[in-house]
């Protein structure tokens, strides 16, 4: 009996409709638009604007276009594994309020946080859950309202991150396509250089944390950019390496959107040209959890059976790691 493997049987994305351009920044921090452009790739991105949507809202319509485009109900669904680092709140998760938004009743869940990596993660996950044959739907969802914990006084992180959801369902394959193989990593050392100080247990909200802004991002951009340089690109390497795959195997890199330049150094750690990458850093920024199946969701007319992509990303904690798979429709 041929081994089953968990396959992407369907991919669906959402962004909020209101564009926030580095014009707009302009008129916020100190900055312009071709200081943004040549550093990060960012030209724009999505902001949820409504004061009472959350991060769930974005999976809502991300989730019921995905269970259309497959012609299935929201019933069928076993697990839901969420993705994210803006939980609608501490508790309960995510994956619970969207199961219930979407009529998903048969369906168990829960969040996964790994900051910009943690997609790779949850897919991988998801995965297992396939792979034992316990399971037969997984739906896995990567979204942050990243507007949410952004400083709009902080040049340096504000112009990054933008919001937006996407979700892939995970099927078996017993064709050779799927979930072949993942590198996944984390070194907690590096949680001085990028994190939210305020909100947990160590620092619990109150006047004094609100007050000195604590409840934001922080990072440190020289840091952050050496470590995922290096990391997302060896990840991205190893991955081929363990495989035995060349960069002419490489149908598609699908990295994490963080930064223009980090992306590059991957492909070029892997042997590709920029015909192979996907990007939309310039329409969407950072969106955390939500950069990788967006990519998916964008380019998912162009993707063929049997296309192998290896999927790359780097996170806060810090986190990185990479995924090869072969596309299954």
Request: with cysteine; glycine share 10%.
């Amino acid at each position: 009996m041929s081994k089953i493997r968990a396959a992407i049987t369907a991919v669906n994305g959402y962004v909020p409709p209101y564009v926030l351009t580095n014009q707009e920044l302009e008129t916020l921090v100190d900055t312009n638009d071709e200081w943004i452009v040549s550093r990060t790739g960012i030209k724009e991105r999505r902001i949820l604007k409504d004061a009472d949507k959350a991060t769930s809202d974005l999976a809502v319509p991300a989730v019921m276009g995905l269970l259309e485009k497959r012609g299935i109900s929201a019933e069928e669904i076993d697990l839901i594994i969420f993705a994210t680092a803006t939980p609608d709140m501490v508790f309960p998760a995510t994956a619970n309020i969207l199961a219930d938004k979407i009529g998903a009743s048969n369906a168990w869940g829960y969040d996964l946080q790994a900051a910009c990596s943690g997609f790779l993660y949850a897919l991988t996950t998801g995965a297992q859950f396939i792979e034992t044959g316990h399971h037969k739907k997984v739906l896995v969802v990567g979204g942050d309202k990243m507007s949410s914990i952004v400083d709009y006084t902080d040049r340096s992180t504000c112009i990054l991150f933008g919001d937006g959801c996407g979700a892939v369902l995970l099927e078996p394959d017993t064709e050779g396509n799927g979930v072949m193989d993942s590198v996944l990593k984390s070194d907690g050392a590096g949680r001085h250089y990028l994190y939210q100080k305020a909100g947990g247990s160590l620092n619990p909200a109150s006047h004094e944390t609100v007050d000195a802004r604590e409840h934001f991002i922080h990072q440190e951009g020289q840091q952050v950019f050496k470590f995922a340089v290096t990391n997302m690109a060896d990840a991205a390497g190893e991955i081929m390496e363990r495989n035995n795959l060349k960069g002419d195997d490489v149908t598609w890199l699908v990295p994490h959107q963080a930064n223009k330049r980090i992306i590059d150094a991957t492909a070029n750690r892997m042997g590709i040209g920029s015909e192979k990458i996907m990007i939309n850093i310039q329409k969407y920024g950072n969106t955390t959890n939500g950069t990788i199946p967006l990519c998916l969701w964008n380019w998912e007319n162009q993707l063929k059976k049997g296309d192998v992509l290896v999927l790359a990303a780097f996170g806060g904690g810090f986190t990185w790691g990479s995924v090869y798979l072969k596309w299954a429709y």
